[in-house]
T-cell receptor
């Protein structure tokens, strides 16, 4: 059972476009929603994160939009660049058993063409 | 440099031959965890450790063992590897109760 559903599986955009990656969750106990960026041959690295008490968070060209009632959140990349080509994972976290357990989505492979 | 170091980066082995993937972190993190990454499935937690000598199963623990004898090290042990354990493995660490995970660079394991 996939607790965090991510779409699309892959995405191709032209340089300057605005790719959007969507995630949906079921567990209302989740209280932290990070996005991780992974380049080939590297481990995932935290990109941006949001808590459910806000509807939007921006960091540079990256924006998370959060809809608590719909249990959905999305990542927008403004003015995308070829260097943004990577795999993106959404995740959701809840504090359980003494630590913050991260549940990951399946990932989206983004290609930004020059 | 603060980091999580995994070794080896690549490993090809045969079915049934015991192997160990090492993980070490230099950030004095209490919490460490192992994940496997498979296409279309994202990252799934194998085992985790809250501190020295404290370990517990994640979501896909079958066929794996771990130990945490020192705070900095958290090796992943495959006693009798099978082809369905062919995957990309990541070790991660964080401070206790912290949401920020630091991941290693991964170990690509192939079991033939």
């Amino acid at each position: 059972q996939q607790q965090v559903k991510q779409s699309p599986q892959s995405l191709i955009v032209q340089k300057g476009g605005i790719p959007i990656i969507n995630c949906a969750y079921e567990n209302t106990a989740f209280d932290y929603f990070p996005w991780y960026q992974q380049f080939p041959g590297k481990g995932p690295a935290l990109l941006i994160a949001i808590r459910p008490d806000v509807s939007e968070k921006k960091e540079g060209r990256f924006t998370i939009s959060f809809n608590k009632s719909a249990k959905q959140f999305s990542l927008h990349i403004m003015d995308s660049q070829p260097g943004d080509s990577a795999t993106y994972f959404c995740a959701a976290s809840s504090f359980s058993g003494g630590y913050n357990k991260l549940i990951f989505g399946a990932g989206t492979r983004l290609a930004v063409h020059p | 440099e603060a980091q999580v170091t995994q070794n080896p980066r690549y490993l090809i082995t045969v079915t049934g031959k015991k192997l160990t993937v090492t993980c070490s972190q230099n950030m004095n993190h209490e919490y460490m965890s192992w994940y496997r990454q498979d296409p279309g499935l994202g990252l799934r937690q194998i085992y985790y450790s809250m501190n020295v000598e404290v370990t517990d199963k994640g979501d896909v623990p079958e066929g794996y063992k771990v130990s945490r004898k020192e705070k900095r090290n958290f090796p992943l042990i495959l006693e009798s590897p099978s082809p369905n354990q062919t995957s990309l493995y990541f070790c991660a660490s964080s401070f206790q109760g912290d949401n920020g995970y630091t991941f290693g660079s991964g170990t690509r394991l192939t079991v033939v």
